[in-house]
């Protein structure tokens, strides 16, 4: 059996240091849990935001989300959901090689929508256009869009199913 050399026993010690060092520098994770701020139940579909970064989750079915492999310092973290305001920005401080637990509580929104009208007209012809069209022979409905001038008058009802004439 050969021994190595000091130089290269060295160089895999400081490698192995290294590797070490590195993957803790980028071991941090903010784990946390949003809820609604009434109910306490989970904010399922909720969006999680780290301000000026481009991390970006959503919420699970469970209310919880996880941000891995953050490289240690202070965050903004912003919570948003349809429905709900915004949360307060939480600040974060990571440390190198350390979990934050965080929970944030949405408030509801409440917004009153302005009243909405749907009329229609009674005269029927929009209904009764319809259903000429329904009945109009294929080739009548690809050569012109119906309009009252060019429909004819009188269309061919159905016979019975029941072999009856009526």
Known sequence: MQLRSPKSLFRIILSFFLTITLTSAWSQTIR????????????TGATIILKNTHYTTTVGFDGTF?????????????ATNIGY?????????????????VTIDLASSASMLEEV???????GKTDRGARRLEHAPIWYRMSCPPTPSNYPRTLRSPTPSNGSAA
């Open 85 to 101: 305001q915004n949360s307060k920005e939480t600040e974060v401080d990571l440390s190198s090689g350390y979990e934050k637990i």
């Open 66 to 78: 996880t941000f891995r492999h953050i490289p240690p310092g202070k965050y903004m973290l912003l």
């Open 32 to 43: 946390g849990r949003i809820r609604d701020s009434k109910t306490g139940e989970p904010m």
């Open 117 to 123: 009208q749907v009329t229609t007209s009674t005269d």
